[in-house]
T-cell receptor
């Protein structure tokens, strides 16, 4: 079985500050990991994904995440927050189990960016 | 290239009525996933379909819920005799499935179901 834990349901940062959103996973098969962003009343947009190539993954809008197998973590970072980054962020894991590549999501972290 | 389309965007039903949610995948995508998002919760997988086949329905409630993805036309998620607990946002995603688990799922804007 697979699961994702996102530490901190709400994170608040100042504009220009570092953004760090935490994600820990559990998986009995080699994991594939994803970060999605959801703006209010919209669908999910893929930020980045880890597929066992490079452990440091760069995504859109200046975000990146590092896969650390020893810590079972896939934390999302951005060096300098913008007001437009305010949204909800979801970490997800998938892995081939019975031919189904369903995503298992964490509960999400709402990011607030203060001026 | 249009993205994943879902309609309606908002749906209001009274208890006991039926709800039909439609999803048109991205052009060329033949794999569709349905997820449900309850308030203050992450998305929960419901069902995975290919054209004319249900591959994984392990997340579907045993009663009142069904899904299909016909050879022609959109995928349909059907909820019979809706109850207040069905109120949620329902998201559809589609993928090409070129390489199994590394494939990207592209999400639609969702249908927000309200049951009165």
């Amino acid at each position: 079985a697979q699961s994702v834990t996102q530490l901190g349901s709400h994170v608040s940062v100042s504009e220009g500050a570092l953004v760090l959103l935490r994600c820990n996973y559990s998986s009995s098969v080699p994991p594939y990991l994803f970060w999605y962003v959801q703006y209010p009343n919209q669908g999910l947009q893929l930020l980045l994904k880890y597929t066992s190539a490079a452990t440091l993954v760069k995504g859109i809008n200046g975000f990146e995440a590092e896969f650390k197998k020893s810590e079972t973590s896939f934390h999302l970072t951005k060096p300098s927050a913008h007001m437009s980054d305010a949204a909800e962020y979801f970490c997800a894991v998938s892995g081939t189990q019975g031919g189904s590549e369903k995503l298992v999501f964490g509960k999400g972290t709402k990011l607030t960016v203060n001026p | 290239n249009a993205g994943v389309m879902q309609n309606p965007r908002h749906l209001v039903r009274r208890r006991g009525q039926e709800a039909r949610l439609r999803c048109s995948p991205m052009k060329g995508h033949s794999h569709v996933y349905w997820y449900r998002q309850l308030p203050e919760e992450g998305l929960k997988f419901m069902v995975y379909l290919q054209k004319e086949n249900i591959i994984d329905e392990s997340g579907m409630p045993k009663e009142r819920f069904s899904a299909e993805f016909p050879k022609e036309g959109p995928s349909i998620l059907r909820i019979q005799q809706v109850v207040r607990g069905d109120s949620a946002a329902y998201f559809c995603a589609s993928s090409l499935r070129l390489a199994a688990s590394t494939d990207t799922q592209y999400f639609g804007p969702g249908t927000r179901l309200t049951v009165l």
